[in-house]
Every structure is written in structure tokens, then in C-alpha cells.
């Protein structure tokens, strides 16, 4: 216990850090651990991708930032919520915080395109004349403008997508995590959505994206973490898809 106090004390944010991981050990069971010693830090309006093979760590990495998942041991902090010690309670303002997007969409089926982005505000109960303003306005940023009726079998795989991103964004989140967000697209709609998920970036929010895309990361120049069975490999600014072995 003094060991631990004594560490927290020292340990030291930078004013514009807004992902802290240290020495993070997931364990699903016994045997090898999902992640095994996970450092990272992550600035207030990154962009930052995730790459490695399958199996190596990168889902489980996102549901631990989203406190889907609790850590084995280490420390996690998400935009100043220790994630150790987060009160139950406290896990949906928390969450408020984050936006995510998934490689299978996860639309609402019955729901209409308004409908899917319009229930995340209304959960969070923003009120009927914001929702009016929020919705078509997010809608058009992610190029659906003409799509409000349409329910998500009525569109293609990029516009289910774009209607996932748009739900992700509508309350504004600090941080957009996308979990292989172009796995069931193709070449064209992966760029279209990668591009948008830049334009996002640049109006401020923190972007981290979970890719198998090397054509897309080797093209965008962006920071590029490499995880191996559990462990960052290599963490380079303007980085490159490295070649598995
Ligand atoms: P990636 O997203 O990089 O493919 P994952 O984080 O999904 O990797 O998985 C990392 C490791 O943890 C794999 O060995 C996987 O089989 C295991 N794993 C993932 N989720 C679970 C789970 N819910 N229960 C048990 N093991 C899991
Ligand atoms: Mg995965």
C-alpha cells in the first residue's frame, strides 16, 4: 500500500496528456495475458493508429479505454477518470466522453438512419429542439444528408458506416475510437472513411483507430503503435505499417 501512494504521488501527467497507460496486464485466463506490460501516452488531439496481427492485444487495448473491461493490474487513465477505481456510477458520464465505432456497424435495424443517431442523444436526454439541430447537422458531415428515412439494409456498407461515425459523434465526444472501422469496406469507402475520421481529428478530437488497412496508414503519415502478442512493439511519429514476420 505505501509502495502504491508513494507511486501515485510521483507520478506525473503532462498538462495535454489524455491516455495514460502503465505497465497494463489484461488476463482473460490462465496462460499468456491479452496484454502483457502495455505502456502508452496519448496527447489531447492525436491521431494515432493501432496495428498488429490478429490476436495480438488491439480489441482488448479499446475495451479497457472504454472501461468495457477492468485491468488485471497497472494503471489506466482516461481524460483524468482513474479507471481502476472509476465508481460504477460514475461509467456513463465517463463514457459520455467517448465516441466508438465497430467493423460491423451495430445499427439499431428497425430504426431509420435519423432514428440510430438521434436514440444516442435522447439516452443522454439532450433535449427534442437540440436533437433536431444535432442530428441533420452531423448527418451531412458524414455526407447522408439525403438519407434521413433510409433503415440500415436500404444502404450500402460505407453508408452504414458513415451513419455508425455520425451516431460515435453526435454528442460531441474528447476521444473517437474506431475498432477496424474499414474491415467490411471496400478500397474507396475505406479511404471516404478514413478521411472523415481525419476531418474529425482536425476539429480537435482525439482520434484512435484499431486498422489492418497498410495501404491507409502507410499513405497518412500518421503515429503508428505496433502491438505484438500483448506488447507496443514500436510507437513512431509518421509511422509505417510494419511487415508482420
Ligand atoms: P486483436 O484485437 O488484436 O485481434 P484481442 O484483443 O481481441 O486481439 O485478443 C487478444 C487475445 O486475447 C487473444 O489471444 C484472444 O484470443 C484473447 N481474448 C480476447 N477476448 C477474450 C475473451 N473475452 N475471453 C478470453 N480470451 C479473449
Ligand atoms: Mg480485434
Not at 40 to 63: A, N, P, Q, W
Not at 81 to 87: A, F, N, S, T
Not at 144 to 162: D, I, T
Amino acid at each position: 500500500m505505501r509502495n502504491e501512494s508513494r507511486r501515485r504521488r510521483k507520478r506525473q501527467f503532462e498538462d495535454d496528456e489524455i491516455i495514460t497507460l502503465e505497465n497494463v496486464v489484461k488476463a482473460y485466463s490462465a496462460g499468456a495475458p491479452a496484454l502483457d506490460g502495455v505502456d502508452l501516452k496519448i496527447k489531447r488531439g492525436e491521431f494515432v493508429f493501432i496495428v498488429g496481427d490478429s490476436g495480438s492485444g488491439k480489441s482488448t487495448l479499446i475495451r479497457l479505454l472504454l472501461r468495457e473491461l477492468v485491468a488485471t493490474s497497472g494503471y489506466i487513465n482516461v481524460i483524468g477518470y482513474d479507471l481502476g477505481r472509476i465508481k460504477h456510477r460514475k461509467i456513463p458520464k465517463f463514457r459520455r466522453n467517448i465516441g466508438i465505432v465497430f467493423q460491423d456497424f451495430r445499427l439499431l435495424k428497425e430504426l431509420t438512419v435519423y432514428d440510430n443517431v438521434a436514440f444516442a442523444q435522447r439516452v443522454i436526454q439532450v433535449s427534442g429542439k437540440e436533437i433536431r439541430r444535432n442530428v441533420p447537422s452531423i448527418l451531412a458531415t458524414v455526407g447522408l444528408a439525403g438519407k434521413y428515412k433510409a433503415k440500415p439494409r436500404q444502404l450500402s456498407g460505407g453508408e452504414q458506416q458513415r451513419v455508425a461515425l455520425a451516431r460515435a459523434l453526435v454528442n460531441r465526444p474528447t476521444i473517437l475510437l474506431a475498432d477496424e472501422p474499414t474491415g467490411n469496406l471496400d478500397p474507396k469507402n475505406s479511404w471516404e472513411i478514413m478521411k472523415l475520421m481525419e476531418q474529425i481529428n482536425e476539429n480537435g478530437t482525439t482520434v484512435i483507430v484499431v486498422t489492418h488497412n497498410r495501404e491507409i496508414v502507410n499513405a497518412m503519415q500518421k503515429r503508428v503503435v505496433t502491438m505484438k502478442r500483448g506488447i507496443i512493439v514500436s510507437d513512431e511519429e509518421r509511422g509505417m505499417y510494419l511487415d508482420e514476420d
